[in-house]
């Protein structure tokens, strides 16, 4: 049974890609990862906050040092041995020269335009493509929705103009009209959405007073809502989808598929399960493959989505009307 499969333009020998974690920091867990059968690994992300700080204490120091604006120089190609941003490019270059799996870096974007630039120096190094995980949080009252949804064009535009690898987006489903902005997202020219990211959430202590993070590991059910939208949308987008959240198992996978992604993110399955699952993962898919008589992942990708199913109105349902009856 052949699971290799495209996603970004990219060549995956599966469809199961590691997300974005501390499962994807180091050279070592990348070859472990790859010697496992992942299809390729998005490696941890570098976070705005990181790029941001760092670009803007340069700026200070060398203006205070020579009076130059940096802005005028390529400012990342000296000064920063050393730093956040020369480590994650070494990442980088290390992932590139140790792994042959393809490897797409992260940046974890929260509002500005400043680690844009940064970006090229990602693609300088190797990296095969480039996940920008992005997300505004909704929390400015006096901001209109259209106008916080204009940030994610603005900075799409921006950064496709600066490099050329693929590039995909990993969004979150808080939009007021998500399926729109899904497909307007799949048309501004980025390669890939990942549907969806999941978030670090805060739980609320009642014994001692005190606000806590509640778990951060998903679990198998929270595929549903990343499945949903899948099967909706597959069929209506510019671009690969891949999944992400929930998917736990070879039956994630391919219900994923099955809705019509691309190929699909796991991390919180393999901090449970360990590397080495990745195996147990990858065979249960091409044996329930062999049982059902598909050869390759495009036999069956998106026989269920929603402009496929038989019964396509029940991807739209959200009441339980019929249970409750
Ligand atoms: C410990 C941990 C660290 C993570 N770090 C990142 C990160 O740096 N960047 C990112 O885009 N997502 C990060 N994520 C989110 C995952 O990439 C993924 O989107 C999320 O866990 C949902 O997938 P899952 O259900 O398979 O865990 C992290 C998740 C976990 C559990």
């Known amino acids: 049974m052949d699971i290799s499969t495209t996603y970004m333009g990219l060549a995956l ?39 941001a700080y760092e670009y803007n204490d340069l700026i200070k120091e060398t203006y205070q040092k020579t009076g130059y604006n940096l802005e005028q120089f390529d400012y990342l190609d000296f000064e920063l041995k050393g730093k956040k941003l020369h480590a994650y490019l070494e990442l980088i270059n290390q992932a590139k020269a ?21 970006a090229s120096q990602i693609a300088k190094s190797g ?11 909704p929390t400015d009252l006096e901001q209109e929705s259209n106008d916080l949804e204009k940030v994610y064009f603005q900075i799409v535009e921006k950064l496709l103009e600066t490099i050329t690898i693929p590039v995909s987006l990993k969004i979150s489903y808080y939009f007021s009209n998500l399926g729109r902005m899904i497909q307007q997202l799949s048309e501004t020219g980025v390669s890939g959405l990942v ?22 590991f998903s679990s198998p059910s929270d595929i549903a809502i990343s499945l949903r939208w899948m099967a909706i949308m597959s069929q209506r987008v510019n671009c690969d989808l891949a999944a992400s959240t929930g998917v736990h198992d070879a039956q994630g ?72 009856s």
């Open 13 to 51: 020998e599966s469809p199961v890609i590691v997300g974005s974690s501390g499962l994807t920091n180091a050279v070592h867990k990348l070859k472990e990862i790859q010697d496992a059968g992942a299809g390729a690994v998005v490696l941890k992300s570098i976070f705005e906050e990181e790029i």
């Open 195 to 216: 549907l969806f990211n999941r978030f670090f959430s805060p739980d609320i202590d009642t014994d001692k007073f005190e606000v806590k993070p509640s778990f951060v």
């Open 127 to 137: 990296a095969d493509a480039l996940e920008l995980n992005m997300f505004f949080a």
């Open 98 to 118: 140790g792994v042959r799996m393809p490897v797409i870096a992260s940046v974890n974007c929260v509002y500005s335009h400043e680690w844009v630039s940064f």
């Open 253 to 324: 996978v391919i219900k994923h598929i099955l809705a019509g992604a691309q190929a699909v993110q796991m991390v919180s399955t393999l901090y449970k399960n360990k590397i080495p699952y990745l195996k147990t993962v990858n065979r249960d898919i091409q044996n329930w493959m062999e049982i059902h008589g598909f050869n390759t992942l495009a036999d069956f990708r998106g026989k269920l989505s929603q402009s496929k199913a038989d019964n396509p109105a029940i991807y739209d349902r959200l009441q339980f009307m019929k249970y409750y």
